[in-house]
């Protein structure tokens, strides 16, 4: 390989078996490739391709024909915890293929468990810990400078947030500062993906809830763009790739609500909702009627909240700091408004039972919303979820660390004391049917089975043929993926516990260093309003 020109291939990986379509076959592409792309082009000493395959429907051998095409110097991958298995093999591929490049994977599971996984994983050469944009493109430096002649080997351990191999051992660096200033970041580089139905717009990193089920990789404190800065990139969006859809992907879209005002304001001065579909997901505590009236002047679609249970004391425990009068104010405020709703709703709650469940069904069968969704609790390394399913706590036991397990909707990673995975499965099903049956929206739930009928097919096999295994019956799992993948390490339990330690100290420690950061580069809320 020449490094005159220093290339560099970023890669969502392909699935191995389409079980959720909106995810697994989706019409948007992976945003996080999409900033990382646009911070590295800022740089002229490198060129950069993105390859997202589950955009695009490319299978792993398609994947290794682009990038043996391109040649690159550095492959990297992203990857939540069910993909990080198919970014292994994928790498491993590459690895086989093109001796010379240097792999590099990052995403929330290589965050949460550094170590281990490059322990677990021999085909990464490096992980990116915590936000990407600096990190990486300081790693990517270090490689090009490492493959110019006569240089020496560069001090990766000066790079903050990575994980590396030597032939010693495994290196964690010190943490990476996040990005306070969040305007700093260029554009995602849209124009480098195939045009999209859908496009994730992120106004803002960032949440303060501390809810059991996540990990938060973005931490505590909401990190906002200014006001003008999102506008034009909407604008830019609408203008050039002519969407569909814009989702928000903030955590909160609404947590500062005076911004959020003022983004609404700007929408509508600018004519957003005229031009595209879109909608935004947010938190009961941080709407109101009002804001809810602003929603409606900007034509949104939809408004999602996270509702998560129906059962007082699981609300009290989770950490989302609700109750289910916050619940109700904030969907009879939508209402009041005209706005449509979706709620999110998770299934095996710490010490769930079928009356737990129950309340959680009647309360959603309440609200009625326009989009229910009923998801079933995965216990994703970092959260604290895993951690109490790892002691064995909460009436959890975790059953597995096989990563193509982890799916929310119908993986198999852990089973809960007072309940089979059949019977939540059971209440799953019944939920979706009891919203819209028990509220005579017939059209509406024939819709639902209709567009959802990969997932809902998948989950009634599982029930009826009685598997307990998701993993075993992917459909498109090469022959030879699990030796390609793994070496002789396996993540334990134990590990998950360490996770969570970890990750609740560097959010401690984080939280501090940003409110320092942010006081020293105060972006006011209202900036450009």
Not at 103 to 116: A, D, R, W
Not at 327 to 352: H, M, S, Y
Not at 384 to 402: D, Q
Not at 494 to 512: G, L, P, T
Request: with cysteine; net charge neutral; aromatic share 10%.
């Amino acid at each position: 390989m020449n490094a005159s020109e220093f290339r560099i291939c970023l890669i969502n990986p392909p699935v191995i078996g389409v079980m959720e379509p909106w995810y697994d076959t989706p019409a948007f592409g992976r945003t996080g490739l999409a900033y990382l792309a646009g911070y590295l082009r800022k740089f002229s000493d490198f060129k950069v391709q993105i390859i997202d395959a589950k955009l695009e429907r490319l299978d792993f051998k398609q994947v290794l024909e682009r990038v043996q095409a391109f040649r690159p110097h550095v492959a990297g991958f992203t990857a939540y915890t069910n993909e990080i298995k198919p970014a292994a093999y994928q790498a491993a591929l590459l690895k086989k293929s093109l001796p010379g490049i240097v792999t590099v994977i990052g995403g929330v599971h290589i965050t949460s468990m550094p170590q281990e996984t490059m322990r677990e994983f021999a085909a990464f050469d490096f992980g990116v810990v915590g936000e990407g944009e600096i990190t990486f493109h300081e790693l990517c430096s270090a490689i090009h400078f490492e493959l110019g002649e006569d240089n020496e080997r560069p001090d990766f351990k000066a790079i903050d947030g990575i994980v590396y191999r030597t032939s010693e051992e495994i290196l964690l660096t010190k943490p990476r500062r996040r990005i306070a200033d969040q305007d700093s970041i260029p554009f995602p580089a849209w124009d480098l993906m195939p045009a999209a139905e859908t496009y994730y717009v992120q106004s803002e990193r960032g949440c303060p809830f501390s809810c059991l089920f996540c990990m938060n990789p973005n931490g505590k404190i909401a990190r906002k763009r200014s006001i003008q800065n999102v506008i034009d990139e909407l604008n830019w969006i609408i203008k050039d790739f002519k969407p569909k859809r814009i989702s928000f992907g903030d955590e909160l879209f609404s947590v500062d609500m005076p911004r959020a005002n003022a983004l609404l304001d700007a929408m509508i001065e600018n004519k957003i909702g005229e031009e595209v579909a879109w909608d935004v997901q947010t938190h009961v505590h941080f709407v109101d009627e009002a804001m809810f009236a602003r929603f409606k002047r900007a034509n949104v679609e939809r408004v999602e909240l996270g509702i998560e249970t129906g059962d007082e004391e699981s609300l009290r425990r989770m950490g989302k700091g609700t109750n289910l009068a916050k619940i109700k104010a904030a969907c009879d405020a939508a209402r009041k408004q005209d706005v449509k709703i979706g709620t999110f709703f998770l299934f095996g709650q710490p010490n769930e039972t079928l009356k737990s469940l129950s309340s959680t069904i009647d309360l959603a069968v309440k609200i009625n919303p326009d989009l229910p969704m009923f998801g079933l609790m995965t216990p994703y390394p970092g959260t604290e979820v895993a951690k109490m399913a790892a002691k064995g706590e909460g009436g959890y036991r975790l059953l597995t660390t096989n990563w193509d397990e982890y799916n929310k909707q119908i993986g198999g990673a852990m089973e809960f004391a007072n309940l089979t995975r059949r019977q939540i499965e059971m209440m799953q099903l019944k939920a979706y049917a009891k919203v819209y049956l028990y509220n005579y929206r017939f059209l509406d739930f024939i819709k639902f089975v209709w567009e959802y009928r990969k997932g809902a097919m998948e989950v009634l096999k599982k029930i009826i043929m009685k598997r307990n295994s998701l993993a075993a019956h992917l459909d498109r799992k090469p022959e030879d993926y699990e030796q390609m993948i793994y070496g002789k390490y396996t993540v334990n339990a134990s590990s998950f516990v360490e996770a969570r330690d970890n990750w609740n100290q560097y959010q401690h420690n984080e939280s501090k260093r940003l409110k320092m950061d942010m006081q020293e580069h105060t972006t006011p809320s209202l900036h450009n309003a």
